[in-house]
């Protein structure tokens, strides 16, 4: 059995993403391996692992929302926003009650501006702002518009709340928790997360970090998701040989190759799947007409481009 694909890992606190990365490469014996979405090292959950020909997935993957469980302490500002940092603000928080924290927590739903941390990847001026902050230095950051789809709070026992958020790709979950601390008039910062879901892939499919280093290497690749089943919400299309051919070099499919396997609806944009039988994900192609419109152009108009060939399986 290959390992080309995903492997889903429950991620424990303590460590970087990137150590679960290199653990997965050395116990399945991986040349190429990395990370979809960046976990805090203090953060626990679901941390998508692209192997081999899946690393070439991470593009399509990391735009996907995740879905987190946390708690955050009122009262005391961090330098990180999070546990890990120093407390650099104290104010009281004795008179705040449930139903201003769930007020406030309504002002952060839907589309929002949000300050990165200081200790962010976040580049400006090309260099790490956590490298700037390790220096003693506080720099103004632009906001950037986030995208909370969900802020619900769990449990309240103060100074303690307890919370579930759903956001967009580049949401820092502790940059809510201060900014939520802000607007109630006490500060906050995170002292607990752990990501549920993450696009797909929830926290139940996942892999115990335990398991990742116990489970023999034949075993461990059980638990790797092949490449054709990465990508669910995608419309595909099995190819046959001609197409799957000319895929495999590179070159697009026009209006004079369609077939009836080509999928009823899909938009210019769009991605499409192409799989194979015997051979699993061929390759990723990108929409470049709306599919209404293939009956009135010419027969040489670019109907898909390939933005990711597969290798076939050995």
Not at 174 to 199: K, M
Request: with cysteine; net charge positive.
């Amino acid at each position: 059995m290959g390992s080309d694909g995903l492997l889903i890992v429950d991620k424990p606190g303590g460590i970087t993403s990137l150590d679960v990365v290199r653990r997965a490469k050395r116990r399945l014996g991986v040349k190429k391996a990395g990370h979809v979405g960046t976990l805090d090292p203090f953060a626990t959950g679901v941390l998508p692992v692209a192997l081999g020909e899946g690393t070439k997935l991470i593009p399509f993957l990391s735009d996907e929302p995740k879905r987190y469980e946390g708690t955050l302490k009122l009262g005391e500002e961090t330098t990180t926003d999070d546990l890990t940092g120093e407390v650099i603000s104290r104010k009281p928080w004795s008179g705040v009650t449930s139903e201003e924290i769930e007020e406030a927590t309504r002002l952060f739903v839907g589309k929002i501006l949000q300050i990165p941390p200081m200790f962010s990847a976040v580049k400006m001026a090309g260099e790490p702002l956590y490298r700037l902050a390790r220096k003693g230095l506080d720099v103004e950051r632009k906001g950037r518009e986030v995208h909370v789809f969900r802020f619900q709070i769990e449990e309240v026992s103060l100074p303690r709340v307890r919370f579930q958020v759903s956001c967009s790709k580049g949401t820092y979950v502790r940059a809510l928790a201060r900014d939520l601390g802000r607007q109630i008039g006490c500060g906050a910062h995170l002292i607990h997360l752990r990501r549920v879901q993450s696009g797909v892939f929830s926290i139940e499919a996942a892999v115990s970090w335990e398991d990742m280093n116990a489970l023999e290497p034949e075993n461990l690749r059980l638990a790797i998701l092949p490449l054709e089943g990465a990508l669910p919400g995608l419309p595909e299309m099995v190819g046959d040989r001609g197409l799957v051919r000319k895929v495999r070099l590179g070159q697009g499919m026009h209006v004079r190759d369609l077939s009836s396997q080509l999928p009823p609806e899909f938009d210019r944009g769009k991605w499409i799947k192409v799989i194979a039988p015997g051979e699993g994900l061929v390759a990723i192609l990108k929409s470049e007409v709306n599919r209404s419109d293939i009956p009135w152009a010419k027969g040489d108009s670019l109907v898909l481009r390939p933005l990711r060939v597969f290798h076939p399986k050995p």
